[in-house]
């Protein structure tokens, strides 16, 4: 159903630009790869938006989680890490972080990023599911901005980078399971054929499969679609965080309430004002993100509203205004003030645990192809994430994948490769319509609780969107909607087949774990044309 490729096209008539590393994506995960892989090669860094500033970790507010504290240890970290993970966490992959994320740290620290301290030490704080302080930030709540103006401001001064930004990646080259690139268009329309040695994906997430989402407009998925189509193992993609604590107020956007806010004390309320969450969990408020959320859900249906509250009026408001300086002035854009007003927040789309399978050097089934950040799945997250564990990741699976690049001996010559099914002319509907249906169909069947029935109408109402890729597709809009259906079918379809619950996903027809049947990955990988099925043993 999906196509290998989303063009037509024949190498021999693209004009061809060669690099050592090709770098796709621009957050913490593809800035930090590339200015480590330029030590000892030539890197092309491409990144959709017109900035290296706009990326998913611009807006990670809450931090990145490492070992720093003497009174914590990295088995505390492993522990909580596992914990969360519900069971499909990789042992190995979670040990890697846990002992690397310190030096990670400090890599971060030497490019410039400025970390809060106090008193001269590292600041810490604590998050959901964390027993001990080890969160760092900067700005109070502006860390993935922090780190990305430092990385960025190094990358653009390196002489061994060339930036392309406002560029659209269409596909990876591959042949005989070996990536030789990728169909890169650029801004006029014209496209090239970009070849590399190695090419590494840190895309991001998918977060605009659904209509209410934490993510920028950029989060379609990209990294993940065009794997799958070379034919990388994709898996776990059943597994959505939402972010419990979204503001949802009239006018302003989903924009995100940090879990650290929850960190430093705040309360879930419901509409009558009453707390909730001491009748759900005994870690109340700090519970795993996906027991908040559903929590959240529960008590917005029996008090038939569509939000809740989060509530910090009862610390200082020096405090607040200081640990959350952003939070604070963005809510009092909209006539709320977090030291003295409950803010409205409901759940929205987050984080996608799942991803591109890599091994624990950062490569994917694909050789010469690697993947980094959200778009990967290391084995770290399981079926759950630990807050502020995903920025550690990027940077302790970027290093392990540039030195996994250096033993690479140059690639040879790309095999004579086209792609002429002659696709007409794409249909009229505007692709506006098409995506925010697409959203829609996500958020009912396919969204913090789900159901056989609900699921199969929902992969129906996909199924009738399959007409685009027969299409001629020319521009970003278009690619980025063949992307996010590739993706959000393949959601629905692990979905359908993990009958259980567990972690970010919950079956409402299955609603208890079973870790006798289902304590196994669910990998999906395109072949002859047609999704392969795979489950296989933690």
Request: aromatic content about 6%; hydrophobic content about 35%.
């Amino acid at each position: 159903m999906v196509p290998r490729y989303l063009i037509d096209f024949s190498l021999d008539e693209l004009p061809c630009v060669e690099t050592d590393v090709m770098v796709i994506g621009a957050g913490i995960a593809g800035l930090f790869t590339t200015i480590r892989a330029s030590e000892s090669n030539r890197v092309l860094i491409i990144t959709k938006p017109k900035s290296l500033l706009e990326s998913n970790t611009r807006y990670a507010q809450g931090g990145i989680a490492a070992v720093i504290s003497d009174e914590d240890s990295p088995d505390y970290h492993r522990q909580d890490t596992l914990i969360a993970g519900a069971g499909l966490c990789d042992p190995e992959a979670v040990d890697i972080l846990v002992h690397e994320g310190p030096a990670g740290v400090q890599d971060l620290i030497r490019l410039g990023t400025q970390f809060d301290r106090e008193n001269g030490e590292l600041a810490l704080t604590k998050e959901g599911a964390h027993s001990q302080r080890r969160i760092l930030h900067a700005q109070g709540d502006a860390t993935g901005a922090e780190i990305v103006r430092a990385l960025s401001e190094k990358t653009k001064l390196n002489p061994n980078v060339t930036i392309w930004d406002d560029h659209f990646v269409i596909d990876l080259v591959t042949a005989d399971n070996v990536c030789y690139g990728a169909i890169v268009q650029k801004p006029d329309g014209v496209r090239v054929y970009v070849k590399a040695k190695a090419t590494i994906l840190c895309s991001g997430g998918a977060g605009q499969l659904y209509r209410y989402t934490t993510n920028p407009e950029i989060a379609t998925g990209d990294g993940i679609a065009m794997a799958y189509r070379a034919g990388a193992v994709v898996r776990d993609v059943e597994f959505i965080q939402f972010h419990p604590t979204a503001l949802c107020y009239p006018g302003a956007p989903r924009f995100l309430i940090s879990e650290a806010v929850r960190g430093e004390g705040a309360v879930l309320r419901n509409i009558r004002g009453e707390r909730f969450m001491e009748k759900v969990h005994p870690q109340l408020e700090l519970a795993p993100r996906d027991i908040v959320a559903r929590a959240i859900v529960d008590e917005m249906e029996q008090t038939k509203s569509t939000f809740v509250y989060i509530d910090i009026t009862h610390e200082s408001p020096d405090m607040v205004k200081h640990r959350f300086p952003n939070i604070y002035e963005f809510c009092l854009n909209y006539g709320l003030d977090l030291t003295s007003d409950w803010i409205p927040v409901a759940p929205a789309a987050h984080y996608m645990m799942g991803g591109v399978k890599t091994d624990l050097n950062g490569e994917t089934s694909v050789k010469r192809l690697y993947a980094c950040g959200e778009v990967s799945s290391t084995g770290v997250h399981g079926a759950n994430r630990l807050a502020s564990n995903s920025l550690s990741e990027a940077i302790v699976y970027g290093r392990r994948i540039i030195e996994d690049i250096r033993t690479l001996d140059p690639i040879g010559s790309t095999p004579p490769i086209a792609e002429r099914s002659h696709r007409p002319e794409h249909p009229m509907q505007p692709i506006v319509e098409k995506r925010l249906k697409l959203q829609k169909v996500m958020l009912r069947y396919v969204g913090l609780k789900r159901n056989a029935a609900g699921l199969g109408k929902g992969y129906d109402e996909l199924k009738r969107q399959l007409p685009i890729y027969g299409t001629c597709l020319t521009k970003r809009e278009e690619y980025e909607f063949a992307n996010l259906l590739t993706l959000a079918m393949l959601t629905t379809e692990a979905a359908l087949l993990r009958e259980e619950s567990r972690g970010g996903h919950y079956r409402e027809d299955f609603p208890e774990r079973d870790d006798f049947v289902w304590r196994k990955h669910i990998q999906l990988q395109r072949e002859n044309g047609k999704t392969e099925e795979r489950v296989h043993d933690v």
